[in-house]
């Protein structure tokens, strides 16, 4: 069983900054690839970025225009999403979720079997 827990979501005005992290415990987190994904009130959820299990490959969402970047710590289990320039459109909870299989870094959210609760991102214009 893995366990992800994500933290450092909260209240931010538009133009800021914020760090994600997410927390991975249970398994060997180095067999994982992680990704993260959001969910806006009334929309689907949907992805925002990947890392690979040795972080040497990650995919970013196109439409963040790289104001987004995805790293991992395999040391301390934990990956990071830092966020800039950000957006009302950015408001939403932030999930992180471990892979099934440890290839790449995927995008669909059916490669993805463990999942976090989310944190709260919440952005004022």
């Known amino acids: 069983q893995v366990l992800l827990v994500e933290s450092g979501g909260g209240l931010v005005q538009a133009g800021g900054s914020l760090r994600l992290s997410c927390k991975v415990s249970?398994?060997?987190?180095?067999?994982?690839?992680i990704g993260w994904f959001r969910q806006a009130p009334g929309k689907e959820r949907e992805f925002v970025a990947a890392i690979s299990t040795n972080g040497g490959l990650t995919n970013h969402a196109i439409a963040l225009n790289d104001r987004f970047a995805i790293s991992r710590d395999n040391i301390e289990s934990t990956v990071y999403l830092q966020m800039a320039s950000l957006k009302p459109g950015d408001t939403a909870v932030y999930l992180c979720a471990a892979d099934k299989y440890g290839y790449g870094a995927p995008q669909s959210e059916s490669d993805y079997g463990y999942w976090g609760q989310g944190t709260q991102v919440t952005v004022s214009s």
């Open positions: 249970g398994d060997d987190f180095s067999k994982h690839a």
